[in-house]
């Protein structure tokens, strides 16, 4: 009979940790390799069977583009004194979808791949986190379309004499990622519980595309009878409302006659500023999402 004598020297200090890891968004992109094939993984079921496959990423914005342009801008007239009407709602559309679509397929994440969650060791956040990547992956080609509108329309970023419209499409797409991440994240897990909150999510993205200053100008809410400080202020601390309007100074803005009486008229004051607070308060909503999330995964396998 052999005995197994155990060397203290090989026994590793420190507590046991469990094979999925507890390092929540930071063990994620520890894992970049994993997230990367769960991206992948997303990408091909998203297309399987597709004949067109990614050029449904151009066709379906574009669509959604003029349907909104003929609906709005020339049956319902909210073109009618703002200049350059295609480029302020197709900037304020691509954000939209990122945010809409990254909410809604992070909601459904968890439950979606639950095959995955109740049989392999890794951390829960990859899902959401994932979620947002493939959306992103598909606003990217409508960024282009909208930089290749910009330019046919005399895009000049320079016109303001700073780099701030350049930087505020960056901002606003940080702004996206972040708050967009946070929701999925609290949402997923609260969807695991309870599926309402799937169904939830539907109808805020209905609201969302009223909410911003997408199919009119902000200028109209403060022309408004509701036009008001506090309204105003209620208004901006939307931080999606925010993202667009950060993306419509650096598209749209410059496409315009003078950009510099656009931006005084067409643009709340200190917005770079503003948008700079918001990003920091969806760091901080990232932050709490993500300690909900941890407090309730435990119960996932079970109740999936």
């Not at 999510?201 to 809410?221: C, E, H, N």
Request: charged fraction near 15%; charge should be neutral; hydrophobic fraction near 50%.
């Amino acid at each position: 009979m052999t005995t197994h004598v155990v060397d203290p020297d090989r026994v590793p200090d420190g507590p046991l940790t469990p094979p999925g890891g507890v390092g929540g968004l930071l063990d994620v992109f520890r894992r970049r390799y994993l997230l990367k094939l769960l991206v992948k993984k997303e990408l091909q079921a998203r297309y399987e069977g597709s004949f067109l496959g990614m050029l449904w990423s151009y066709v379906q914005p574009l669509v959604r583009f003029c349907m909104y342009y003929f609906v709005m801008g020339l049956v319902l007239n909210f073109s009618r004194g703002v200049e350059n009407f295609a480029m302020h709602i197709f900037a304020g559309m691509v954000f939209v979808h990122f945010f809409t679509e990254t909410f809604t397929s992070g909601t459904r994440s968890i439950v979606k791949n639950k095959a995955l969650v109740r049989k392999m060791a890794l951390p829960r956040e990859m899902f959401p986190v994932a979620a947002m990547l493939v959306s992103a992956y598909h606003t990217f080609p409508q960024l282009l379309i909208l930089t290749a509108g910009a330019v046919m329309s005399g895009w000049d970023p320079g016109a303001l004499e700073t780099a701030e419209p350049v930087l505020a499409g960056l901002l606003g797409f940080a702004i996206i990622a972040v708050f967009g991440t946070a929701l999925a994240l609290l949402f997923s897990a609260a969807n695991v519980f309870f599926r309402d909150f799937q169904n939830f999510v539907q109808t805020v993205g209905i609201f969302v595309t009223w909410s911003v200053p997408m199919i009119y100008p902000f200028s109209r809410l403060t022309k408004s009878p509701l036009g008001g400080t506090w309204v105003e202020t209620v208004y901006l601390a939307n931080p999606i409302a925010e993202a667009v309007l950060l993306l419509q100074y650096g598209f749209w803005v410059p496409t315009t006659t003078d950009p510099a009486v656009t931006l005084a008229t067409e643009m709340p004051d200190h917005l770079f500023t503003r948008g700079l607070i918001v990003l920091a308060v969806s760091f901080v909503v990232l932050g709490i999402s993500q300690w909900v999330f941890s407090r309730l995964e435990g119960k996932f396998a079970e109740r999936l």
